[in-house]
């Protein structure tokens, strides 16, 4: 079945800068990539999502890239905040199908330092 | 808009013993519910997934026995963790879909004693 591989575990940036996680997946049928942020004792919240049509998507200072040869897809998040620390969690899917499922990387604990 | 609400929010059970969670769908059709569990520091591992007219589909490491499930319409779904020890504990999430992307519940955070 579809693996998703999320890298780093663990990045820390400073404020103003860039924050860049990245994810790569096995199965090409995979055309949904959402991505997660996770609060400490919340459940996650689903911050932008591209699915295969695209290459690119923005939503204010969140970026998500997906190269679709190479398997691969990115969130980057420009000029971090302190209220950007968090966890996040990629994942990839099949959307349309009967095997419709979210298969979600280890996650990226982002840590903000002011 | 189509939410998903899961409860309970927080239980606790004594070891050995089974609790049991419900989801429920409003504003939409969920065709698919998708049951994850977080244990603590990890990421969401997928249980089973549920389509309405189709087998409930079980992963790896998890089973029926352990995890029944039942999604018996096209808004609610259920299940059970039998014989809870403490490797069960974590957040199960209740994930549902009509077609469209996944909305998740708040979730149902299990502990163990």
Known sequence: GEQVEQLPSILRVQEGSSASINCSYEDSASNYFPWYKQEPGENPKLIIDIRSNMERKQIQELIVLLDKKAKRFSLHITDTQPGDSAMYFCAASEMGTGNYKYVFGAGTRLKVIA | ?113
């Open chain 2, 1 to 113: 808009g189509a939410l998903v609400y899961q409860y309970p929010r927080r239980t606790i059970c004594k070891s050995g013993t089974s609790m049991r969670m419900e989801c429920q769908a409003v504003g939409f059709q969920a065709t698919s519910v998708a049951w994850y569990r977080q244990s603590p520091q990890k990421t969401f591992e997928l249980i089973a997934l549920s389509t309405v007219n189709s087998a409930i589909k079980y992963e790896q490491n998890f089973t029926q026995e352990k995890f029944p499930i039942s999604h018996p319409n096209l808004s609610f779904s259920s299940m059970t963790v039998l014989n809870a020890y403490l490797e069960d504990r974590g957040l199960y999430l209740c994930g549902a879909s009509g077609n469209s992307d996944y909305t998740f519940g708040s979730g149902t955070r299990l502990l163990v004693i």
